[in-house]
C-alpha cells in the first residue's frame, strides 16, 4: 500500500509534488495546509480558530489540526492510499498519526533555506481551484490569471517576509526533530528538493522503489 507522509520546510515543494504522486498513483492527496486553508475560506468555526494562527506562521493547535485530518482519512478515497502533506509537523503529531494510520513511506525534502525564500516569495495561487504557480519557474501563460479558470492570483498571506521566517522557525524548532524520530525507526528517506519539478519528481519516485 503507498501510505505516504512528505516532511520538508515551507516551500520546499512538497504540495507539488503531492499533487503529482497523487494523479501518478491514484491515491489520496492529504493537505492539512489546503484542509486548513478552505475551512478558514467557508467561515467555519474550525477556520476561524485556525486562521489567526496561519496567517502568523504558527501552527494550528493540535487537536483542531488532528480532528480534521481523522474525518477526512475516513473518506473511502483514502482506500488505495494516501500521500499526506504537511502532517505531522511535530512529535505529538507523529504519535497521533501512529494511532489512527500505519504509514509505509516517510520522504524528507532537503533543500537549501535560500531557495525556499526564493521560491515562497514568487508563489501565487488560485483562489478558485487551488492551482500553485511561481512567477519564476512555473508562470501563468497570462500575466496574474489562473490558466484553468482565468481567477486573478493572490498570495497566501503566510507567504509575507514576516511570516516566511516565523515558520522557517517552527520548522527548524518542532518539525525538525521528527527526523531524527523517523530515522530511528529505520524509515527517512531523503529526496534532494533543489532542480527542477521533473527532477524532484524522479527522486520521489526512485525513493518509493
Ligand atoms: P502548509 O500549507 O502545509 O504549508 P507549508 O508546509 O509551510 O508548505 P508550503 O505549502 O508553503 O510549501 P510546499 O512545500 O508545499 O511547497 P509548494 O509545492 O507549494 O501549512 C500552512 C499553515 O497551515 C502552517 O503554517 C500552519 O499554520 C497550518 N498547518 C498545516 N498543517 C498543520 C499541522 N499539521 N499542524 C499545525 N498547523 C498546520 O512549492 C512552493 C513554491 O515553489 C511554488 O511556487 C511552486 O510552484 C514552486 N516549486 C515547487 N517545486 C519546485 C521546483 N522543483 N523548482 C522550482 N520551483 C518549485
Known amino acids: 500500500m503507498n ?3 512528505l516532511l520538508g520546510p515551507p516551500g520546499a515543494g512538497k504540495g507539488t509534488q503531492a499533487k503529482r504522486l497523487s494523479q501518478e498513483l491514484g491515491i489520496a492527496h492529504l493537505s492539512t495546509g489546503e ?11 474550525l477556520g476561524r480558530r485556525a486562521d489567526g494562527f496561519m496567517s502568523q506562521g504558527q501552527l494550528v493547535p493540535d487537536d483542531l489540526v488532528l480532528g480534521i485530518l481523522r474525518d477526512r482519512l475516513r473518506l473511502p478515497d483514502t482506500g ?35 531557495v525556499l525564500v526564493e521560491r515562497l516569495s514568487q508563489r501565487r495561487n488560485c483562489p478558485t481551484c487551488g492551482t500553485v504557480y511561481n512567477l519564476v519557474t512555473q508562470p501563468p501563460r497570462v500575466a496574474d490569471r489562473c490558466d484553468r ?6 498570495q497566501r498571506s503566510d507567504d509575507s517576509e514576516e511570516a516566511v521566517r516565523t515558520r522557517l522557525g517552527v520548522y527548524r524548532e518542532v518539525t525538525l526533530p ?25 527522486r520521489v519516485r526512485a525513493a518509493l522503489q
Open 35 to 45: 484542509m486548513l486553508r478552505s475551512a478558514a475560506a467557508q467561515g467555519t468555526e
Open 3 to 5: 501510505r505516504i507522509v
Open 149 to 154: 479558470d482565468g481567477t486573478p492570483l493572490v
Open 178 to 202: 521528527l527526523l531524527d524520530l523517523y530515522r530511528r525507526q529505520g524509515r527517512l528517506r531523503t529526496v534532494p528538493a533543489s532542480g527542477t519539478v521533473d527532477e524532484v519528481a524522479a
Open 80 to 114: 488505495r492510499g494516501f500521500v499526506l502533506d504537511g502532517y505531522p509537523r511535530n512529535v505529538a503529531q507523529a504519535e497521533s498519526l501512529t494511532e489512527i494510520t500505519p504509514i509505509d513511506h516517510v520522504l524528507y525534502f532537503e533543500i537549501p533555506e535560500s
